[in-house]
T-cell receptor, first 114, second 112 residues
């Protein structure tokens, strides 16, 4: 079946530090990949997505590249801010192998300090 | 910007009681989903709904759960007889023509 593995959290960084949150996946077919963000007390918001190999999703300074050869979709940001503190979820949809449902990783909590 | 809304934001209920969670999808979206997140755990798929019927459901979605779209706008999740382990955050998500699912803010359900 489909699965997503994310690095364990929490990740604590100083403001303006470089961020990487690792995500790898197992899926049948050709999945679409997503990063969702959950700010404290709020729901899930789509951060970025990529629907085919070598696509790069980007939004709000965050980027992730769909790497089929390593089955990865690592999230990066060059300079984090305190306002980026949240839980980040990597997820996939593999239509050929599981309908339209999203399969989520466990989430990685990011704390950014001044 | 259109958004998915959910009511109530919080619900406290006694074990064995019925609860109904409501979602108002983004207008013109056709695919609807329920997910849940038990505290500290990953977000899990419950059910998908398209064209007025369930298109897929998970093992979690047993006979105690049901979904419907009674009036063409609201999308509801009913739990007939709640158990302690149903305590979780329940998220509704809706999808239009592209593959992206948009999530509501969630309903936090606490079963005592």
């Amino acid at each position: 079946g489909n699965s997503v593995t994310q690095m364990e959290g929490p990740v604590t960084l100083s403001e303006e530090a470089f961020l990487t949150i690792n995500c790898t996946y197992t899926a049948t077919g050709y999945p679409s990949l997503f990063w969702y963000v959950q700010y404290p007390g709020e729901g899930l918001q789509l951060l970025l997505k990529a629907t085919k190999a070598d696509d790069k999703g980007s939004n709000k300074g965050f980027e992730a590249t769909y790497r089929k050869e390593t089955t990865s979709f690592h999230l990066e940001k060059g300079s984090v801010q305190v306002s980026d503190s949240a839980v980040y979820f990597c997820a996939l949809i593999s239509i050929t192998g599981g309908g339209n449902k999203l399969t989520f990783g466990t989430g990685t909590q990011l704390k950014v300090e001044l | 910007e259109p958004e998915v809304t959910q009511t109530p934001s919080h619900q406290v209920t006694q074990m064995g009681q019925e609860v109904i969670l409501r979602c108002v999808p983004i207008s013109n979206h056709l695919y609807f989903y329920w997910y849940r997140q038990i505290l500290g755990q990953k977000v899990e798929f419950l059910v998908s709904f398209y064209n007025n019927e369930i298109s897929e459901k998970s093992e979690i979605f047993d006979d105690q759960f049901s979904v419907e779209r009674p009036d063409g706008s609201n999308f509801t999740l009913k739990i007939r007889s709640t158990k302690l382990e149903d305590s979780a955050m329940y998220f509704c998500a809706t999808q239009g023509q592209d593959i992206t699912q948009y999530f509501g803010p969630g309903t936090r359900l606490l079963v005592l």
